[in-house]
T-cell receptor
Framework: DQQVKQNSPSLSVQEGRISILNCDYT??????FLWYKKYPAEGPTFLIS?????DKNEDGRFTVFLNKSAKHLSLHIVPSQPGDSAVYFC??????????FGKGTRLHILP | GAVVSQHPSRVICKSGTSVKIECRSL??????MFWYRQFPKQSLMLMAT?????????EQGVEKDKFLINHASLTLSTLTVTSAHPEDSSFYIC???????????????FGPGTRLTVL
């Protein structure tokens, strides 16, 4: 039973445009969410996080939006750059403080 | 951001041998360390959680006698794959949770991973 879902396994976006990666969760007790970026054969790199008391958090080109009523969050990258091509994992802390990951979305930035 | 190192980055071993992977948090003390395994094109699977000085907590389905975890200090954890077999070939990633230098909250930071190939 997946508690964190990333329904799009891949996404292609033109360089310079906005990339929007989506994530849904099922557990209303989750109160902290994170996005990680991962290149092949490397460990995930922390990108940005958001607490459930906020609905938006911005860091440079990256913005995460949280819609608690819909149990949905999204990561916006603008403008998209070639180096953004990677797998992006959405994650949430469960009540035991363990990170639960989604399956990831592979983002391709097209030239 | 905080740095977590893993050693070795790649290891090839014969079936039946044991392999030790080290994980270090380089610029912060990790309250908790985690070990993950990633199969090709799949998400990271948590294997176990360890706190310094205490026994690791293993996830369901993970054999604790096969995957030995030692958390010797607040900056070092080791994973030993005992009597490795080809099905243990995978990408193993450690993670350390703590307060990185610029962090406003404690965050989980990941190592670069170790590619294990068992022949």
């Amino acid at each position: 039973d997946q508690q964190v879902k990333q329904n799009s396994p891949s996404l292609s976006v033109q360089e310079g445009r906005i990339s929007i990666l989506n994530c849904d969760y099922t557990n209303s007790m989750f109160d902290y969410f994170l996005w990680y970026k991962k290149y092949p054969a490397e460990g995930p790199t922390f990108l940005i996080s958001i607490s459930s008391i906020k609905d938006k958090n911005e860091d440079g080109r990256f913005t995460v939006f949280l819609n608690k009523s819909a149990k949905h969050l999204s990561l916006h990258i603008v403008p998209s750059q070639p180096g953004d091509s990677a797998v992006y994992f959405c994650a949430a802390y469960d009540r035991d403080d363990k990170i639960i990951f989604g399956k990831g979305t592979r983002l391709h930035i097209l030239p | 951001g905080a740095v977590v190192s893993q050693h070795p980055s790649r290891v090839i071993c014969k079936s039946g041998t044991s392999v030790k992977i080290e994980c270090r948090s380089l610029d912060f003390q990790a309250t908790t360390m985690f070990w993950y395994r990633q199969f090709p094109k799949q998400s990271l699977m948590l294997m176990a959680t360890s706190n310094e000085g205490s026994k690791a907590t293993y996830e369901q389905g993970v054999e604790k006698d096969k995957f030995l975890i030692n958390h010797a200090s607040l900056t070092l954890s080791t994973l030993t794959v005992t009597s490795a077999h080809p099905e243990d070939s995978s990408f193993y990633i450690c993670s350390a949770r703590g307060w990185g230098r610029d962090a406003s909250t404690d965050t989980q930071y990941f190592g670069p991973g170790t590619r294990l190939t068992v022949l």
